[in-house]
């Protein structure tokens, strides 16, 4: 089961405790304080990885410990500081700290951020030895380290993004380029079926489910948008089945201005899909039509190679540059 968002709790280590101990050396028998200071606590970080499946493996985690330092030693040895705690999450992801709203956002492969911090130790007995006090028993305990819920929130990071009504062909068409082959994943998501697709070392993401009302939460709603806000290029996939073309493309350029400026901004090339289903008069006309609102359409059909070919070489530039 894919999961693209998911809440845990964490807490960084707590410090260790200040010792109270005395130093014995031989021939004496009492040579003063040496208890030593306890190690800080181990803090947590998220690490973006390149794994958008991992948060699948979190679900049945109870909590993200980080080591607690250790006590304070003996002859003045400082406490063993406590091993830092890194959860891995897939690129994309928004991480928030549910309580002071803090939002981390982890959008390359191999970032890291902190998001608590460990605890410090305490001191130990020596730390408070002075020419008044030669025997001090004073000794400090160790902090508790930050702990905190937080909600991680997968935002797909693709290439090129397919979007478009229900049943535009927009799966056959990942298929068909990436010849299955090189197939990233095929993963559920928590209302939604995506796919992703390896393309000349590029992701495709096929990102099916969008209604008219989506940018009001209707149907799948933000739950789509927010799935294609991050690719690069918007590959619109409009079937030549639909009864009206132009609408269809209007309809879902409609949800994308009104959810954000910016997604309704970004490159975008209009692919005419199933044109092996109607008359080329039919796919003459509605290029036509749709190249009045962008002048990027171009028509494809999954059964024919050289349409196909064609895409690949023109979507391999586009990528590239």
């Known amino acids: 089961m894919f999961i693209d968002e998911i809440t845990i709790q964490a807490r960084a280590g707590r410090g260790g405790d200040g010792a109270v101990l005395w130093r014995h050396e031989k021939g ?58 890194v959860i891995k999450v897939p690129v994309g992801s928004v991480v928030t700290n549910r309580e002071t709203r803090r939002v981390v956002n982890l959008l ?16 130990g007995n020596e730390y408070f030895k002075s020419s008044r006090n030669t025997s001090p028993t004073e000794h400090t305990p160790g902090k508790a380290g930050e702990e905190a819920e937080f909600f991680i929130e997968l935002s797909l990071v693709a290439d090129a993004g397919f979007i478009g009504l229900p049943n535009a062909g927009k799966s056959t068409l990942l298929n068909a380029l990436t010849n299955a082959k090189a197939k990233v994943g095929n993963f559920q998501f928590t209302t939604l079926e995506p796919n992703l697709g390896s393309f000349y070392g ?34 619109h996939c409009v079937s030549l089945e639909e009864e009206d073309a132009v609408l269809s493309y209007e309809t879902v350029r409609k949800e994308l201005s009104a959810f954000s400026k910016e997604l309704a901004d970004k490159e975008e090339i209009v692919l005419l899909t199933k044109t092996d289903l109607v008359s080329s008069d039919k796919v003459s006309e509605v290029m036509g039509s749709l190249k009045k609102k962008n002048p990027q359409v171009y028509s494809v059909s999954a059964i024919d190679d050289n349409s196909l070919k064609d895409f690949q070489t023109l979507l391999s530039r586009r990528l590239s540059g």
């Open 28 to 85: 004496k028998e009492f040579s003063g304080p040496s208890g030593g200071n306890g190690g800080k606590g181990g803090c947590v970080f998220v690490k973006a990885v390149r794994d958008i499946g991992i948060l699948s493996e979190y679900r049945h985690v109870k909590g993200f410990f980080a080591e607690n330092g250790e006590a304070g030693q003996k002859n003045s040895r400082h406490g063993k500081d406590g091993e830092d705690l």
């Open 108 to 123: 390359e492969d191999g970032q890291v951020e902190k998001i608590l911090e460990g605890g410090k130790g305490g001191l």
């Open 202 to 235: 590029f992701i495709l993401a096929d990102i099916p489910g969008l209604i008219e009302g989506a940018s009001e939460g209707k149907g799948l709603g933000h739950k789509f948008l927010r799935h294609v806000a991050r690719t690069k290029i918007l590959v």
